[in-house]
Nanobody, 126 residues
C-alpha cells in the first residue's frame, strides 16, 4: 500500500489543522493506521492510532484532548484533527499502516508498522 499524507502548513498557536492520509493499492480496511511525528533533533514520537474498523483509538498523552484520529475506509483515508496547536506540536507528521494488526487493535509501536507515508510539515508559530 502507498500512503500520501497532506494537510500540513504554517499556523499560529491556537489554530487547528486536519491532516489526511490517503492509501492506495490495497483495501485500506485491512490495515490498522497511525500518526507519528518527528521534530528537529528529536526522536520519532507516537501521536495517535486507530484500529482497522475505526472502533478503537489511542491518543498520546501529549496531545490528548486536542487531537483526534478517525478514518473513512470507503475513501481509504485516515485523518488527524489537531486543535489548540502549540509550538511544541511543530514537527513532520507521518502516517503509517500495519497489515498484521487484528481487527480491534490500535497499534502504538512504530516498529510494527509496515508502510509509511512521506510526511507533512506542521509548523506552529507563537
Amino acid at each position: 500500500v502507498q500512503l500520501q499524507a497532506s494537510g500540513g502548513g504554517l499556523v499560529q498557536a491556537g489554530d487547528s489543522l486536519r491532516l489526511s492520509c490517503v492509501a492506495s493499492g490495497r483495501t485500506f480496511s485491512k490495515y490498522a493506521a497511525g500518526w507519528f511525528r518527528q521534530a528537529p533533533g528529536k526522536e520519532r514520537e507516537f501521536v495517535a492510532a486507530i484500529s482497522r474498523s475505526g472502533g478503537n483509538t489511542v491518543i498520546a498523552d501529549s496531545v490528548k484532548g486536542r487531537f483526534t484520529i478517525s478514518r473513512d475506509n470507503a475513501k481509504n483515508t485516515v485523518y488527524l484533527q489537531m486543535n489548540g496547536l502549540n509550538v511544541e506540536d511543530t514537527a513532520v507528521y507521518y502516517c503509517a499502516a500495519d497489515r498484521n494488526a487484528i481487527l480491534i487493535t490500535a497499534v502504538t509501536e512504530a516498529t510494527l508498522y509496515d508502510y509509511w507515508g512521506q510526511g507533512t510539515q506542521v509548523t506552529v508559530s507563537s
